[in-house]
């Protein structure tokens, strides 16, 4: 059975997103995913330019938040679309470092441990992605039908069409595909996702395979194998996930910026619509819906966070392991070579917003504290 580091589900995701690269099939998902977000977003924003200065502001807020988060989803997408070289060539680097650590056993053992946990870690992202895609959400849009006046019924998502809906069976029917809209859009904010997981754990396992080889080729039971080659490996390998950090660095810098560009106004506009509806007629039905949207687009921002600070923490414990080593029992020659290793891990490697800043769980921390300092504008203003 083929093992590999990104799972069975990811790699159907990605294949249906146009993300998979150099396939007959790619040119038609993307054009699909162009035509129905586009179309989407039409709608979305003629409705938020509706109802910029009318008096239910909640409403308003939500079409900015809906809106907002799709396209992010266009954005992500269109930026991976455009690095299907890069993406490629860490496909590419995968495939390599699985027929290397095929040959032996501690590698082995490592990299399945990290396959493991990825894809438990997708099964986790993709399921709480489509639990916000729930038949829950439903329930104050089917309370809808029974009203006499069927314009007035509201919609799963906030959009102004381009006809009046006059009908049951119409309005039922456009209910129906907003549903599946959303569970497309589900899917596909999973599998990008997921993604970013998989490839930080992957780079994660390299550098713990770096880290034991460092620890056992100048142990003394070892110290006879510690030759040219060995340490050319060592340097090898090290370059390798230098080079594969990079290749994710440039796959996700600029989905991260737009990430963080948008998501503090979306939290915030969630923020606020929770505060809002305590109390009010409508409000469990709208409390179900954007409390969980609310926690899976924070979710998201600390899986952005967690994975840069992931890849930092693992990238210094090279410098660690070679300074914990035996190296100073080895030629003077040799030594110097685990001084440029040293030297080099000094530098972290890490994922950047936009080629600005890092990464950081305490990046995350400052995403929470701006949005709830305009939720409590929002709400002074209000």
């Given at each position: 059975m ?13 294949r ?38 009318t008096?239910?502001?909640?409403h ?33 680097m ?42 829950i ?16 019924r ?5 959009m102004?069409?381009?006809?009046t ?5 119409i ?72 080079i ?43 409390l ?56 080099r ?38």
């Amino acid at each position: 059975m083929e093992i590999s580091t990104v799972s069975r589900v990811v790699k159907i995701g990605l294949r249906a997103c146009g993300i998979w690269p150099y396939l007959p099939t790619t040119t038609l998902y993307r054009f699909f995913w162009i035509v129905m977000l586009g179309i989407a977003q039409i709608f979305q924003y003629q409705y938020v330019v509706i109802h910029y200065n009318t008096d239910n502001f909640s409403h308003f807020m939500d079409g900015v938040s809906s809106a907002m988060t799709y396209s992010l989803l266009f954005v992500k997408l269109t930026i991976l679309w455009a690095n299907q070289r890069t993406f490629s060539d860490i496909l590419q680097m995968m495939a390599v470092d699985w027929e290397n650590c095929v040959l032996a056993d501690r590698s082995l053992r490592i990299t399945t441990d990290k396959v493991k946990l990825s894809h438990r870690f997708s099964k986790w992202i993709i399921g709480l992605q489509l639990t916000v895609i729930n038949p829950i959400q439903l329930r104050g849009t089917c309370c809808n039908i029974q009203r006499i006046n069927v314009s007035a019924r509201e919609y799963i998502l906030k959009m102004k069409l381009p006809f009046t809906v006059s009908t049951s069976p119409i309005y039922v029917l456009i209910t129906i595909l907003q549903f599946f809209y959303l569970a497309i859009y589900g899917c596909g904010i999973s599998m990008v996702n997921s993604l970013i997981v998989t490839l930080i754990l992957h780079i994660g396992g390299q550098i713990d395979i770096l880290r034991e080889c460092l620890l056992t080729a100048f142990s003394k039971n070892m110290m006879s194998t510690v030759d040219s080659i060995t340490l050319r490996t060592l340097i090898t390998k090290h370059q390798q996930i230098i080079i594969f950090s990079e290749n994710i660095e440039n796959l996700y810098t600029y989905i991260a910026l737009m990430l963080f560009v948008s998501d503090t106004p979306i939290i915030c506009c969630l923020g606020f619509i929770i505060v809002t509806s305590i109390g009010t007629t409508d409000g469990p039905a709208i409390l179900v819906r954007s409390v969980l949207f609310y926690l899976v687009m924070n979710l998201e921002a600390f899986i952005y966070c967690f994975a840069g600070e992931y890849l930092s923490a693992k990238s210094k414990m090279i410098g660690d392991a070679a300074y914990n080593s035996l190296w100073y029992d080895v030629a003077t020659k040799k030594n110097l070579i685990i001084l440029f290793i040293i030297l080099r891990s000094q530098k972290r490697l890490t994922i950047t917003i936009g080629k600005v800043m890092d990464l950081s769980l305490e990046r995350f921390t400052s995403v929470v504290k701006a949005s709830a300092s305009y939720i409590s504008v929002l709400l002074a203003m209000y």
